[in-house]
């Protein structure tokens, strides 16, 4: 049976004010003008990756006909943020079995993630309205969420005002706030702590970004330092992975060495190659798998390893006939699985200055060694609890990295600590997510019955 919810149509004082101090206004309205003449100015590019109407959802009008409730809306800004929504949608259907849930991405890459990991769990694939007041209010009326979920990082003023003046309940989940953002957020700290204050609850990931937020002015009770929910979407992922029927399909022993290099930018590609051609020479059995952040950089990497004399092929093209010494990963939302692979991985997006590193948790689940550049100021916490426990480490240069790589295929008592080390912080970090939907869950239960 479903259990259809009347929408709570009274709202609150600061809902219907939601007033800014006048110099704010006037920056507020600046940054409309601004998103404005951008989206004329580039409107053919952008309209790619961002719709500017309720038009694009016609086509799918069980969004607007369904009275099941609650309606939930996850948003995530690109693939890592969706695949870290993946317990968090498990958890909300099995709380909200009759819920309807709509979900999110930023960019084409987050949408096709989505819709590969998530299809059991979401009713329907969205993209995300670009952040102008009258764009994000027909969304908001279009699709009339009831509870609206944010990942990590993703702030965008004109929606959340918009959400909530119309009484939408607003959370963020994993909240992250880096030492730079924190640094301009700073200069204009009563706009952004009004932005803060459109959110019911936010879930912080890290003691830092909890810090950071609270000297914004928010109440205390209003943010919570819970911990990254990325480590129970592992736990599910991993629960769903078949790393031997992989490496069977890929013809590789059990005993040999692999290495896996995830999330590379066009950056650090020549880095890699020296790095996997040093280690070549003193384990000639190695092959290396690597996952380029952005698709098309495959065929150029390809090439790349071609000129170097490599055996390389890409996983679009296996099975093949021909030996294969590199592996380059052509398709979304695989690299997780390939991980459980590896002997010893590295996560890019680490070694060059303008980077903020990826999810280096994705490979530490797995209990192996992890090695990442200094640039990681997306998961800087999480990067050196892992180092100081002899998890991880840090490489500057391909030397360094070789050396990594290679102490990881040999060194045995290495990967033993990684193994016991990786064990015991997951099983320490698990179960945000349930404590997130329960907070979730009362204060919704509370405004419906209000």
């Not at 979900?103 to 694939?125: H, T, W, Y």
């Not at 303008?354 to 209990?367: D, F, K, S």
């Not at 990684?418 to 869950?441: C, L, P, S």
Request: neutral net charge.
């Amino acid at each position: 049976m479903i259990d259809i919810w009347p929408r709570k149509k009274k709202m609150s004082s600061d809902q219907e004010q939601l007033k800014l101090p006048w110099f704010y206004q006037v920056l507020h309205n600046f940054y409309i003008f601004l998103l404005g003449l951008i989206a004329a100015v580039f409107y053919p590019y952008i309209s790619r990756f961002y719709a500017f109407s309720p038009a694009s959802l016609y086509s799918s009008s069980k969004i607007k006909q369904s009275n099941q409730r609650p309606k939930i809306w996850i948003h995530g800004a690109s693939a890592g943020e969706i695949g870290a929504a993946l317990s968090l949608c498990s958890c909300l259907r099995e709380r909200y079995p009759h819920s309807y849930i709509v979900c999110s991405a930023a960019n084409p890459d987050g949408k096709r993630m989505a819709q590969e990991i998530l299809a059991p769990l979401v009713n329907e694939f969205i993209s995300y309205p670009l952040d102008l007041s009258w764009v994000v209010s027909r969304f908001l009326d279009f699709i009339q969420p009831d509870i609206f979920i944010t990942m990590e990082a993703e702030l965008w003023p004109n929606f959340l005002f918009s959400a909530k003046r119309k009484g939408i309940k607003c959370y963020l989940v994993s909240g992250r706030v880096s030492q730079q953002t924190f640094y301009w957020t700073q200069k204009i700290k009563n706009y952004w702590r009004n932005v803060l204050l459109s959110f019911d609850t936010l879930f912080m990931a890290d003691q830092l970004s909890y810090e950071r937020v609270l000297k914004f002015g928010l109440p205390e009770d209003k943010v919570l330092l819970l911990g990254n929910i990325k480590t129970d979407a592992l736990y599910e992922r991993k629960k769903k992975s078949q790393p031997e029927r992989l490496a069977q399909n890929l013809g590789l022993a059990a005993d040999l060495p692999v290495i896996v290099a995830g999330s590379i930018h066009k950056e650090e590609e020549e880095l890699i190659l020296e790095a996997f051609d040093k280690v070549r020479k003193m384990v000639p059995q190695v092959k290396i798998i690597i996952a380029p952040r952005h698709l098309d950089c495959c065929s150029q990497l390809v090439q790349l390893f071609k000129e170097k004399n490599f055996a390389v092929t890409s996983l679009s093209k296996l099975p093949a006939d021909e030996e294969w010494e590199v592996l380059i990963i052509d398709q979304m939302g695989v690299l997780f699985d390939f991980y459980g692979l590896s002997q010893v991985a590295f996560v890019g997006g680490s070694l060059c200055k303008n980077m903020r590193g990826h999810n280096i948790l994705e490979p530490a689940i797995w209990e192996i060694p992890v090695c990442y550049g200094p640039y990681v100021a997306s998961f800087q916490e999480v990067a050196s609890v892992l180092k100081s426990k002899g998890l991880s480490r840090v490489v500057h240069n391909s030397e360094e990295l070789a050396y990594a790589w290679y102490q990881g295929i040999t060194d045995t008592e290495w990967r033993k600590n990684a193994q016991m080390e990786a064990h015991h912080y997951f099983a320490q970090a698990g179960r945000i997510t349930e404590k997130v939907v329960d907070i979730i869950t009362k204060d919704w239960e509370q405004s419906r019955n209000a």
